[in-house]
């Protein structure tokens, strides 16, 4: 990889121990990798350096983080990996409302935050060259296929014969795969601003779905619930 097509990553974090780690893996993986230790540093260098991607940690000493993806959203769509030791779903649940694009709970793995980095960026660019690609494209993971052109979805090569809804939870949560949508971003995709907040309605959905394409509906392969916060689709393996 040459010096011009690398990804720059952002690290957000006041822990001296935590920035080494994100630094070392980050760059044995190609990745130019710029630190901020508080949050009034870190908005200069994002104006700055225009990362492609920022790790923050919500618990900065001299603001909350989500502080930096409320200014960070009114002006751009970088994606924005929450890395918190909050292990609240209702934390979680605020960053992903407030814009940020997933959340990594410490302490993490390296295989984990590489894969959260990968489908971040790439969820850029797909947003990047406009959602009709997604809409004419497919998916596919394991022996589970949708085709969006033609709005089904297949397991094994068989129809599952999902009902509309059915099909738009999955189709939504296809194209953001890899990604935690929660309950209350789904809820306005699919039925609106004015869409009810309470998340039964998904909750019904999703045992109806996990009947049809799940070899077994209580050990998810495909669409993963993060408890009290979404539902995390696997990662395309195109
Ligand atoms: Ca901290």
Known sequence: MNSDNRSKVLVIEDDPGICIFLKTTLVSEGYEVIIAKDGKSALGLISSHCPDCLLLDLGLPDMDGNAIIESVRQWTHMPIIVISARSMEQDKATA?????????????????????????????????????????GSYHVGDLEIDYRKRRVYRGGEDVRLTPNEYRIVALLGRHAGRVLTYKTMLREL?????????????????????????????????????????RMAEDEK
């Open 96 to 136: 992903l409302d407030m814009g940020a694009d997933d959340y990594i709970t410490k302490p993490f793995g390296t295989i984990e935050l590489l894969a959260r980095i990968r489908a971040a960026l790439r969820h850029t660019r797909t947003t990047a060259e406009a959602g009709e690609i997604a809409l004419t």
């Open 191 to 231: 039925w609106g601003p004015a869409a009810s907040s309470d998340n039964k309605i998904l909750r019904v959905h999703m045992a109806g779905i996990r009947r049809k394409i799940e070899p077994d509906p209580n050990e998810p392969r495909y669409i993963f619930t993060e408890v009290g916060v979404g539902y």
